[in-house]
């Protein structure tokens, strides 16, 4: 069953992969790239102020710091623990893929940190925000959506190593923003 799954994952990836065209090549690089998802957080950080205030916007980022470093830490004990080959890295998925990206990365992709640590952070400030700023919600899941999505379309992730780390990371996102409200409230924010 384990197989099949596996081999259904394979096919899956090089459909979704294949879809690529040089045209958008640039643009999913641009996703995938975590530094260019500052403006987003700056405006979360801006509301985060404005919403919580100093106190608040501390705890806040104590809390996201200690999110990304736990949906970081545990995705790299997954890649290592379950050893799974990224698909550029597995020579039967190799030769018919499109690897969009100048190299290929880490040997092992179970799960992707990069889906994990953009769900992590929609979540959390959407359990924040949620009520209080509109359609903030909307955007930050269609942006953890094509952060991940771009983790396949470059050739680095098979679809389960993007959706586990999506589980994963909003699984977190969800514990640390209530981890959150609960030290606003011990503190009176």
């Known amino acids: 069953m384990i197989e ?10 090089l459909f979704l992969n294949g879809l690529g065209t040089e045209t958008w090549d640039g643009f999913w690089m641009f996703i995938t790239t975590t530094r260019n998802s500052a403006p987003l957080y700056l405006l979360l950080l801006y509301l985060s102020y404005r919403t ?47 690897l969009v990206k100048s190299y290929c990365g880490g040997q092992f ?34 942006w953890a959506c094509i952060v991940a999505y771009s983790r396949i379309y470059i050739g680095v992730h098979y679809p389960l190593d993007v959706l586990t780390g999506a589980l994963i990371g909003s699984l977190f996102g969800w514990l640390w923003a209530k981890l959150a409200i609960f030290a606003f409230q011990k503190i009176g924010v």
């Open 109 to 142: 992709g179970y799960f992707s940190a990069h889906a994990a640590n953009s769900f992590g952070p929609a979540i959390f400030f959407t359990v924040l925000f949620g009520k209080k700023v509109k359609y903030i919600s909307w955007v930050l899941l269609l």
């Open 52 to 98: 919580f205030g100093w106190k608040g916007t501390g705890i806040i980022l104590v809390s996201i710091a200690l999110l990304i470093t736990c949906t970081d830490q545990l995705s790299n004990f997954f890649k290592y623990g379950i050893g799974r080959l990224r698909p550029c890295h597995e020579p039967e998925v190799s030769s018919a893929m499109r």
């Open 4 to 13: 099949q799954l596996l081999q259904y994952d394979k096919e899956l990836f």
